[in-house]
C-alpha cells in the first residue's frame, strides 16, 4: 500500500474518521465527526505536522455523528464536505435530532460543495476514489473504494460481523441488505474494509462470517 490511513475515532458516538494521502501529501478526510475542540485540534495539528494538503472532504452520508466537524473543516482548510444530498435534511435539522439524545450543537452544517453519486470519482495525489451508492441505512449512503490500494471505507452500512441500523424513519432494511450484496461483497475477498464505527475487517471475512448476509 503505498497510501497512508489515520484514525481518529471522534465525538461520543465514536465516529471514525479517516485521514487518506500518499507520498504526493495530498490528502483526503473521510466523515470528520469531531465535535469535541481537542478533537478538531487533534484533526488540524496532524494534517499540519506532516505537511499535507487537504483536498476533499467526504461524507459517507449526513447523519449527525458524521458532519459535526463539517463547518470546522470549511473554515479552516477551505475545502467543503462532498456527499450524496439524499441525507440533507438530517444535516438541515441537525440541531433538533441531536437533542433527542440529550445532546446540544448549535453551529449550522455549510451547503455542500460537489454532490456525489454512485459511479463518481475523486482524485487526489495519485489515488482514484470511486463513490458507490450503498442506500439503506439512510437513503444517500456512499462507500469509497479505491481499487489501487485495495481499501473500502464503508460507512454505516457494513461493520465487522455487523451492518448499520435500519430503525429510522428513512431506512430501509431490505434495500441496505441489497446494496451489501450487490456492491460491496462482490469486491474482491481481500479488499480491507474501513466502517464508519468499531474495527476494520475484510470483504471476505464477511461474506463468510457476518450473520446478517447469510
Same mark, same amino acid.
Given at each position: 500500500?503505498?497510501?497512508?490511513?489515520?484514525?481518529?475515532?471522534?465525538?461520543?458516538?465514536?465516529?471514525?474518521?479517516?485521514?487518506?494521502?500518499?507520498? &504526493? *501529501?495530498?490528502?483526503?478526510?473521510?466523515?470528520?465527526?469531531?465535535?469535541?475542540? !481537542?478533537?478538531?485540534?487533534?484533526?488540524?495539528?496532524? /494534517? %499540519? !505536522?506532516?505537511?499535507?494538503?487537504?483536498?476533499?472532504?467526504? %461524507?459517507?452520508?449526513?447523519?449527525?455523528?458524521?458532519?459535526? @466537524? %463539517?463547518?470546522?473543516?470549511?473554515?479552516?482548510?477551505?475545502?467543503?464536505?462532498?456527499?450524496?444530498?439524499?441525507?440533507?435534511?438530517?444535516?438541515? &435539522?441537525?440541531?433538533?435530532?441531536?437533542?433527542?439524545?440529550?445532546?446540544?450543537?448549535?453551529?449550522?452544517?455549510?451547503?455542500?460543495?460537489?454532490?456525489?453519486?454512485?459511479? =463518481?470519482?475523486?482524485?487526489? @495525489?495519485?489515488?482514484?476514489?470511486?463513490?458507490?451508492?450503498?442506500?439503506?441505512h439512510s437513503p444517500g449512503s456512499l462507500a469509497y473504494y479505491i481499487p489501487g490500494e485495495n481499501v473500502v471505507f464503508? +460507512?454505516?452500512?457494513?461493520?465487522? +460481523?455487523?451492518?448499520? *441500523?435500519? =430503525?429510522?424513519?428513512?431506512? %430501509?432494511?431490505?434495500?441496505? /441488505?441489497?446494496?451489501?450484496?450487490?456492491?460491496?461483497? &462482490?469486491?474482491?475477498?481481500? &479488499?480491507?474494509?474501513?466502517? +464508519?464505527?468499531?474495527?476494520?475487517?475484510?470483504?471476505?471475512?464477511?461474506?463468510?462470517?457476518?450473520?446478517?448476509? *447469510?
Open positions: 500500500m503505498t497510501m497512508q490511513i489515520k484514525r481518529f475515532t471522534v465525538n461520543p458516538i465514536q465516529v471514525n474518521c479517516y485521514l487518506l494521502w500518499d507520498s &504526493t *501529501r495530498e490528502a483526503v478526510l473521510i466523515d470528520c465527526g469531531a465535535w469535541q475542540p !481537542h478533537e478538531r485540534e487533534q484533526i488540524k495539528e496532524f /494534517i %499540519n !505536522h506532516h505537511n499535507l494538503t487537504l483536498k476533499h472532504h467526504l %461524507n459517507t452520508h449526513l447523519h449527525f455523528d458524521h458532519i459535526f @466537524g %463539517n463547518a470546522f473543516i470549511e473554515e479552516t482548510f477551505g475545502v467543503k464536505a462532498e456527499a450524496n444530498d439524499g441525507d440533507w435534511h438530517w444535516a438541515e &435539522t441537525i440541531s433538533e435530532r441531536i437533542a433527542r439524545f440529550g445532546l446540544r450543537f448549535d453551529e449550522e452544517i455549510p451547503p455542500l460543495g460537489r454532490i456525489l453519486h454512485d459511479g =463518481d470519482e475523486i482524485t487526489f @495525489g495519485n489515488q482514484t476514489i470511486k463513490a458507490i451508492s450503498v442506500p439503506g464503508t +460507512g454505516d452500512a457494513l461493520f465487522c +460481523g455487523s451492518i448499520g *441500523r435500519t =430503525d429510522f424513519p428513512d431506512s %430501509n432494511h431490505e434495500h441496505l /441488505i441489497g446494496s451489501i450484496r450487490e456492491k460491496l461483497i &462482490t469486491l474482491p475477498g481481500d &479488499t480491507a474494509v474501513y466502517p +464508519g464505527h468499531d474495527r476494520p475487517t475484510t470483504i471476505e471475512n464477511e461474506k463468510n462470517y457476518n450473520m446478517f448476509l *447469510r
